[in-house]
C-alpha cells in the first residue's frame, strides 16, 4: 500500500512537471492490474505447450484479448508440414487514423524438466514430434512475454482516448524452432490484417535485474542457420584403407578447414560463428564407414557475411573431398534448413534512440542500459521483412534477481540462465516493468500527446 502511494507520489510529479511533448508516463492501471497478471503468469508458467504444439495458449490470449474488445483471428500461421497447426493469433484494436503498430509475443516453451522447485512450477510432460517423452518447461519466459503482452493491450485499450491508430497484437507460435513468424507471414499476416508502420517486441534477459530495460541499436541478434555436411566415403575393412576412402578422416579436415572461413575469409570488424555441433559416423573400430553426417549453426549480421560464409561451406567440403580423391559420386552434400533459418535482428538506429530515450522518461534513466550485441538469434525479425523494410525495436526486460546477481558479481555462481531448468525470474518487478515499458514505447508513436 505504502509503495503504491509513493509510486502515485512520483508519477503524479513527473505527469505535472514533464514538457507537453514528451510521452506521459503510463498510469496507475498496471498497478491496478498487477495481482491479476501475476495469477495468469502463474496459470502460463504451470500450462507450458512445446513449439507447434500451443493450442490452449493460444486459445486463451484470443479469449483474453477479445473480452478486452480487439478482432481476433486465430489459427493464423501456415507451415510446411500439414500435421502442424498454426497457432497464431492477431487481435486488431483500431481506434482513428494514424499508425499500426505491431506488438508481439511469442507462445511456445521447450522440452526441459523443471526443476525450480517453485510452488508453479511445471510438471507437464508430453511427447515431442519425434515421440520422445520429454518434460515440458516455460525456460525462455514466454510466459512472462504473454503477461506483459496482455498487460499492455489491456492499458492500451483503457487510454484509447490518448492515441489514435491501429493496434496490432500478434501471438507468435513456434519461435524455439524459428519457424512460426515466417508460417504466420505465409498465412498472408500483412496481407489479411495491413502492414503495420512499427514492429516492436521484448525478450526476458536472465543476466538483467529484474525493473530494468536493456537496448541495443542497429543489429541486436544474429541471424541463424542450420547446416548439414552428408560426407560420403568409400567403405571398407579397417586394416585396409588403400581399398576405402576414409570420411571419418575427411570430416575430421573440414571440420578444422571450417574455421578458416571466420578466421581467413572473414572481415573481423564483422562478427560471425560457425559452430559444428554434431558428428557423427561409424559402427565399429575396424569398419571404415561410408558416410559421416556433420551438423552446424552458423550466426552473422549481415546478410552479404551469412550467404558468402554458406558459400564457403559448400566450396570448402567439395574441396577438400577432392583433395582426398574421394570419387565424383562421393562428394559431400551441403543442405541448408530451409525452415530451421531466421534472419538477424535489428534495432533500427533512430526509433531505438527515440524510444530508448522514452524508456528513460518512463522507468527512470537509472533503468534503461545500453547493451552489446549478442550472437543468438530470433525469428522475430521477419516482421520487419527481407532487408529490415520496417522500422522495428526488441529491447530486453530484465528478471534476474538483483541479489543474486550482485552476488556474481562477487565471485558468487550467476543466476540459471535462459534454456536452464533452474531459470527463475522475478515475475512481479519483470512484469511491471514490461507492461510499463512497452506501453511507454507504443504511446509514443500513437500518443495523442506525442
Ligand atoms: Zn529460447
Ligand atoms: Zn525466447
Redesign the pocket.
Given at each position: 500500500m505504502c509503495h503504491r502511494i509513493i509510486l502515485a507520489a512520483v508519477l503524479w510529479s513527473a505527469l505535472s512537471q514533464a514538457p507537453a511533448t514528451t510521452p506521459q508516463p503510463p498510469d496507475l492501471t498496471v498497478e491496478r492490474d498487477l495481482p491479476s497478471l501475476l495469477e495468469t503468469y502463474k496459470m502460463l508458467h504451470a500450462a507450458p505447450e512445446l513449439s507447434h504444439h500451443e493450442a490452449k495458449t493460444s486459445a486463451f490470449v484470443a479469449r483474453e484479448l477479445r473480452s478486452l474488445g480487439y478482432a481476433v483471428s486465430e489459427g493464423v500461421g501456415k507451415y510446411a508440414r500439414p500435421d502442424w497447426k498454426g497457432y497464431g493469433v492477431v487481435g486488431v484494436l483500431k481506434n482513428g487514423a494514424g499508425p499500426t503498430v505491431l506488438i508481439r509475443t511469442?507462445l511456445d516453451a521447450l522440452p526441459l524438466e523443471e526443476k525450480t522447485g517453485l510452488p508453479y512450477a511445471s510438471t507437464v510432460r508430453t511427447k515431442d514430434d519425434a515421440h520422445r517423452d520429454v518434460g515440458v518447461m516455460h525456460a525462455?519466459?514466454?510466459d512472462l512475454h504473454i503477461t506483459s503482452f496482455l498487460g499492455t493491450a489491456k492499458v492500451l485499450a483503457a487510454r484509447k482516448n490518448d492515441w489514435a491508430g491501429t493496434l496490432m497484437m500478434v501471438a507468435q507460435p513456434a519461435?524455439?524452432t524459428i519457424d512460426g513468424a515466417r508460417a504466420m507471414l505465409a498465412d498472408g499476416l500483412y496481407a489479411r490484417f495491413g502492414k503495420p508502420d512499427y514492429v516492436l517486441a521484448l525478450?526476458?534477459n536472465a543476466e538483467l535485474e529484474a525493473g530494468k530495460v536493456g537496448y541495443t541499436t542497429g543489429y541486436f541478434l544474429a541471424s541463424a542457420n542450420t547446416v548439414e555436411i552428408i560426407v560420403g566415403g568409400v567403405g571398407g575393412h579397417g586394416s585396409r584403407p588403400e581399398a576405402a576412402r576414409d570420411p571419418i578422416v575427411l570430416a575430421a579436415q573440414i571440420v578444422l578447414a571450417l574455421q578458416t572461413i571466420v578466421s581467413r575469409e572473414n572481415s573481423p570488424l564483422d562478427p560471425a560463428v560457425i559452430s559444428v555441433g554434431s558428428i557423427h559416423g561409424g559402427t565399429k573400430a575396424n569398419i571404415i564407414p561410408d558416410e559421416v553426417r556433420l551438423q552446424l549453426t552458423v550466426r552473422a549480421y549481415k546478410e552479404h557475411v551469412r550467404q558468402r560464409i554458406l558459400t564457403s561451406i559448400g566450396r570448402i567440403a567439395n574441396g577438400v573431398a577432392v583433395a582426398a580423391g574421394m570419387p565424383a559420386e562421393r562428394l559431400p552434400v551441403v543442405e541448408v534448413s530451409e525452415t530451421e533459418a531466421a534472419p538477424a535482428t535489428y534495432n533500427d538506429p533512430p526509433l531505438t534512440e527515440r524510444l530508448a530515450g522514452v524508456l528513460r522518461t518512463s522507468l527512470g534513466a537509472d533503468n534503461v542500459v545500453p547493451w552489446a550485441p549478442i550472437m543468438s538469434s530470433?525469428d522475430f525479425g521477419r516482421f520487419a521483412l527481407e532487408g529490415n523494410q520496417l522500422p522495428s525495436f526488441m529491447f530486453w526486460l530484465g528478471a534476474a534477481d538483483p541479489a543474486l546477481l550482485a552476488d556474481a558479481r562477487n565471485g558468487g555462481v550467476p543466476p540459471p540462465g535462459?534454456h536452464s531448468s533452474l531459470f527463475a525470474p522475478m515475475p512481479e518487478p519483470a512484469i511491471r516493468t514490461g507492461v510499463s515499458a512497452m506501453t511507454a514505447a507504443v504511446m509514443a508513436i500513437i500518443g495523442k500527446a506525442r
Open positions: 511469442d525462455c519466459g514466454h519461435e524455439e525478450h526476458v530470433e535462459l
